[in-house]
């Protein structure tokens, strides 16, 4: 059974940073592309950054430029960067897999922005 687990995150001022963790246990994880989700109150899921095995990237237009994804294969860790953060970042952030099929979603971590 894969299991995620999300931490880093807590609540900053409007320009502060974040380093957010995602660990995953119970699967060869090097070989997946992964991906950062973040849910707002009252909105949908939405892939905020993309990294593949061989470590391209992608972004959402909304935070590219302020957020960088990263991944260490031997930990089993994936890492968001996040600056320059705003209001409009607030929300629980998830990792999982990049591409369905997804992993059961971990419990996520509450990234919280105060203006």
């Known amino acids: 059974q894969v299991q995620l687990v999300e931490s880093g995150g807590g609540l900053v001022q409007a320009g502060g940073s974040l380093r957010l963790s995602c660990a995953a246990s119970?699967?060869?994880?090097?070989?997946?592309?992964m991906g950062w989700y973040r849910q707002a109150p009252g909105k949908q899921r939405e892939l905020v950054a993309g990294?593949?095995?061989?470590?391209?990237?992608n972004y959402a237009d909304s935070v590219k430029g302020r957020f960088t994804i990263s991944r260490d294969n031997a930990k089993n860790t994936v890492y968001l960067r996040m600056n320059s953060l705003k209001p409009e970042d607030i929300a629980v952030y998830y990792c999982?897999?990049?591409?369905?099929?997804?992993?059961?979603w971990g419990q996520g971590t509450q990234v919280t922005v105060s203006s």
């Open positions: 999982n897999a990049l591409n369905v099929p997804f992993w059961p």
């Open positions: 990294i593949t095995s061989g470590g391209s990237t």
């Open positions: 119970g699967t060869i994880f090097s070989y997946k592309s």
